[in-house]
């Protein structure tokens, strides 16, 4: 398996264009997270899905951050308008199942993460 | 309020050394701990998980324990080489079915030759 992929892996925008960062879970993985990474903050939960559709949304910093997930192989984070701010590593993560028993036994596995600068 | 708290927040030490790494959490109800390992450039990768009956687990040169009562961890590298540079996150999931996670602000760890 290929893990879970991310795309790109870098990207270096201006303030105020739209951002679309991509992620693959791993094939059949019913979970989808999506973090993000800051020296200040650490990792945070922006959003996760589960069977495509999301669940808990109460990370998503403001009204222009968005996630999709139209199929179970493929989700996106939008920015619209990127400010500075958003500079950080987004961190994509799938999980077959989200119960305490599996939790026990297995970790989540995350993608290498999108690097996102805005200047 | 859950938070977890790792220190220290850096370390340098020279190959071959042991260390040790800490974990203080206030999450309840507590589901599970795990340390996770960050290379550079890298998505976090799970070191060990541990439950709330487990005190200690080993993975290799790593041995991580647990103390329920005290709500600490600690994560010992043993021996350690220059592939052991890197950011040590310390995660604790508290119960029911969900997927929210919280994370310390990790440890950086170098190794020097």
């Known amino acids: 398996d290929a893990g879970v992929i991310q795309s790109p892996r870098h990207e270096v925008t201006e303030m105020g264009q739209e951002v679309t960062l991509r992620c693959k879970p791993i094939?059949?993985?019913?979970?989808l997270f999506w973090y993000r990474q800051t020296m200040m903050r650490g990792l945070e939960l922006l959003i996760y899905?589960?069977?495509?559709?999301?669940?808990?949304d109460s990370g998503m910093p403001e009204d222009r951050f968005s996630a999709k997930m139209p199929n179970a192989s493929f989700s996106t984070l939008k920015i619209q308008p990127s400010e500075p701010r958003d500079s950080a590593v987004y961190f994509c993560?799938?999980?077959?199942?989200?119960?305490?028993?599996?939790?026990?036994?297995?970790?989540?596995?995350f993608g290498s993460g999108t690097r996102l600068t805005v200047v | 309020k859950n938070q977890v708290e790792q220190s220290p927040q850096s370390l340098i030490i020279l190959e071959g050394k042991n260390c040790t790494l800490q974990?203080?959490?206030?999450?309840?109800?507590?589901?599970?701990l795990r340390w996770y390992k960050q290379d550079t450039g890298r998505g976090p990768v799970s070191l060990t998980i541990?439950?709330?009956?487990?005190n200690t687990k080993s993975n290799g040169r790593y041995t991580a324990t647990l103390d329920a009562d005290t709500k600490q961890s600690s994560l010992h590298i043993t021996a350690s080489q220059l592939s052991d540079s890197a950011s040590y996150i310390c995660?604790?999931?508290?119960?029911?079915?969900?997927?929210?996670?919280?994370f310390g602000q990790g440890t950086t760890l170098q190794v020097k030759p």
């Open positions: 993560a799938s999980s077959p199942l989200v119960l305490d028993s599996y939790l026990s036994k297995n970790g989540y596995t």
């Open positions: 094939s059949g993985h019913d979970y």
């Open positions: 899905f589960n069977n495509n559709v999301p669940i808990d």
């Open positions: 974990c203080n959490y206030t999450v309840s109800p507590f589901s599970n």
């Open positions: 541990m439950t709330f009956s487990e």
């Open positions: 995660v604790v999931s508290a119960s029911g079915n969900t997927g929210k996670l919280i």
